[in-house]
T-cell receptor
Framework: GQSLEQPSEVTAVEGAIVQINCTYQ??????LSWYQQHDGGAPTFLSY????GLEETGRFSSFLSRSDSYGYLLLQELQMKDSASYFC?????????????FGAGTRLAVHP | EAGVTQFPSHSVIEKGQTVTLRCDPI?????LYWYRRVMGKEIKFLLH????????ESGMPNNRFLAERTGGTYSTLKVQPAELEDSGVYFC????????????FGPGTRLTVT
C-alpha cells in the first residue's frame, strides 16, 4: 500500500525554527511536495523535491532523502501568519497512473 | 489570472438527497483533479480529467459519485444519493501538464450530510 506519516500538530513561537517531518511508503516514487493550507482556504504549493538534498525558498526549505523515504519542511523566522496546516504529498506512479498522494497534514500553531 | 473556483462553498443536505459540486479550473489547464478531505484525515484523490476524458477514476468511492467535464472546461461532481460518510471538504485542483509537481487548488466545498 501507500502511506505518508507526518505529525498531527506542532507548536512553536514567533521567530523560532520548526521542522515538519514526513516519511512515506509508496511505489514508483517521483518526488515529494509540500502544500500549505490556512483554515478555510485552498491548499497552496510550497515546494517540490525530486532529488536528494535541500531546496531553499526564502524562509522555507524542503529536504528529501530518497534512500530513507523521508523528507522535511523547515520553516525559519516563524511568523504568526505561518499558522496553518502543512501537507506532504508524494508524486507516485500507482495503479498505472501518475498521481499525488497526500498525508493527513500537520497543524502548525505559532504563538507570540 | 483567475484561480480555481468552486461552488458552492458550503452545502448542507439530508441523507438521500442529491448534491452537485462545480469546479472551474484555471483557463487553459487541461488537467483537473477532484480530492476529498474527511475531517482530520488525508486529502484523498478521487479522479483526474485530461480535457474532457477521465484519465484516472481509481479514487472514486462508489457509483453514487459521478463526475463530468463536458467540453473540457468546468467540471461537476454529483453525489446521489448522499450518505452520512460523504461529509467532508471536496477540493478541485488544476494543472497545465500532468507531470507538473504543482497543482492549483480551489478553496473547496464543505459538504455536510445530516
Amino acid at each position: 500500500g501507500q502511506s505518508l506519516e507526518q505529525p498531527s500538530e506542532v507548536t512553536a513561537v514567533e521567530g523560532a525554527i520548526v521542522q515538519i517531518n514526513c516519511t512515506y511508503q509508496t511505489s514508483g516514487f517521483y518526488g515529494l511536495s509540500w502544500y500549505q493550507q490556512h483554515d478555510g482556504g485552498a491548499p497552496t504549493f510550497l515546494s517540490y523535491n525530486a532529488l536528494d538534498g535541500l531546496e531553499e525558498t526564502g524562509r522555507f526549505s524542503s529536504f528529501l532523502s530518497r534512500s530513507d523515504s523521508y523528507g522535511y519542511l523547515l520553516l525559519q523566522e516563524l511568523q504568526m501568519k505561518d499558522s496553518a496546516s502543512y501537507f506532504c504529498a508524494v508524486r507516485s506512479f500507482s495503479g498505472g497512473y501518475n498521481k499525488l498522494i497526500f498525508g493527513a497534514g500537520t497543524r502548525l500553531a505559532v504563538h507570540p | 489570472e483567475a484561480g480555481v473556483t468552486q461552488f458552492p462553498s458550503h452545502s448542507v443536505i439530508e441523507k438521500g438527497q442529491t448534491v452537485t459540486l462545480r469546479c472551474d479550473p484555471i483557463s487553459g489547464h487541461d488537467n483537473l483533479y477532484w480530492y476529498r478531505r474527511v475531517m482530520g484525515k488525508e486529502i484523498k484523490f478521487l479522479l483526474h480529467f485530461v480535457k474532457e476524458s477521465k484519465q484516472d477514476e481509481s479514487g472514486m468511492p462508489n457509483n453514487r459519485f459521478l463526475a463530468e467535464r463536458t467540453g473540457g472546461t468546468y467540471s461537476t461532481l454529483k453525489v446521489q444519493p448522499a450518505e452520512l460518510e460523504d461529509s467532508g471538504v471536496y477540493f478541485c485542483a488544476s494543472s497545465q501538464d500532468e507531470g507538473r509537481s504543482e497543482q492549483y487548488f480551489g478553496p473547496g466545498t464543505r459538504l455536510t450530510v445530516t
